[in-house]
T-cell receptor, first 114, second 112 residues
Framework: DGGITQSPKYLFRKEGQNVTLSCEQN?????MYWYRQDPGQGLRLIYY???????QKGDIAEGYSVSREKKESFPLTVTSAQKNPTAFYLC?????????????FGDGTRLSIL | SQQGEEDPQALSIQEGENATMNCSYK?????LQWYRQNSGRGLVHLIL???NEREKHSGRLRVTLDTSKKSSSLLITASRAADTASYFC????????????WGLGTSLAVNP
């Protein structure tokens, strides 16, 4: 089955630690996105990538970094500079590069502070 | 930045009743999408409606779009307990059509 796989499902971060969230898709989609969702809130865009080796900052990129070395993979690193990382992180992908196509989502990673 | 605003924030109905959720937005759009999110899960795409369309159906779902009022509604008919979820609208961004702008969602509870 084609889809998006996010791992791990739950992640705990210690003070001063960087952690990396994995996102893999086998849908052959060009564009991939990382969102942050806080309780009772909508989705806020962290980073997005339209093509391999290229990515753009979203609305809340500070304290996060990404890479796009392969079409299938778009990992997100939450750095120690992100002072409030506790949230639900969602990865999505879409065919094409515009916003006129549905986005397909993984099942998220819930990040908490130890 | 948030563009879409869903209304109501929360809705509780009995199984079999219809549920209506509304979404308002601020800028001109090319399309508007509705998504469902079950608790602790990712979002699932429901319907995309383009700016030149007024109404779209998918099974028990009916979406309308009024571009003059910058608003959309999602109607779920004959609701089921399995429809319990949060529902989000998302619009494209006239200034950057590579991103979606998301509303804060409507939390729907369908009681058996």
């Amino acid at each position: 089955d084609g889809g998006i796989t996010q791992s791990p499902k739950y992640l705990f971060r210690k003070e001063g630690q960087n952690v990396t969230l994995s996102c893999e898709q086998n849908l052959n989609h060009d564009a991939m996105y990382w969102y942050r969702q806080d309780p009772g809130q909508g989705l806020r865009l962290i980073y997005y990538s339209q093509i391999v080796n290229d990515f753009q900052k979203g609305d809340i990129a500070e304290g996060y970094s990404v890479s796009r070395e392969k079409k299938e993979s778009f990992p997100l690193t939450v750095t120690s500079a992100q002072k409030n990382p506790t949230a639900f992180y969602l990865c999505a992908s879409t065919t094409g590069t515009g916003s006129n196509q549905p986005q397909h989502f993984g099942d998220g990673t819930r990040l908490s502070i130890l | 930045s948030q563009q879409g605003e869903e209304d109501p924030q929360a809705l509780s109905i009995q199984e079999g009743e219809n549920a209506t959720m509304n979404c308002s937005y601020k800028t001109s759009i090319n399309n508007l999408q509705w998504y469902r999110q079950n608790s602790g899960r990712g979002l699932v795409h429901l319907i995309l409606i383009r700016s030149n369309e007024r109404e779209k159906h998918s099974g028990r779902l009916r979406v309308t779009l009024d571009t003059s009022k910058k608003s959309s509604s999602l109607l779920i008919t004959a609701s089921r307990a399995a429809d319990t979820a949060s529902y989000f609208c998302a619009t494209d961004n006239a200034g950057n059509n590579r991103k979606l702008i998301w509303g804060l969602g409507t939390s729907l509870a369908v009681n058996p």
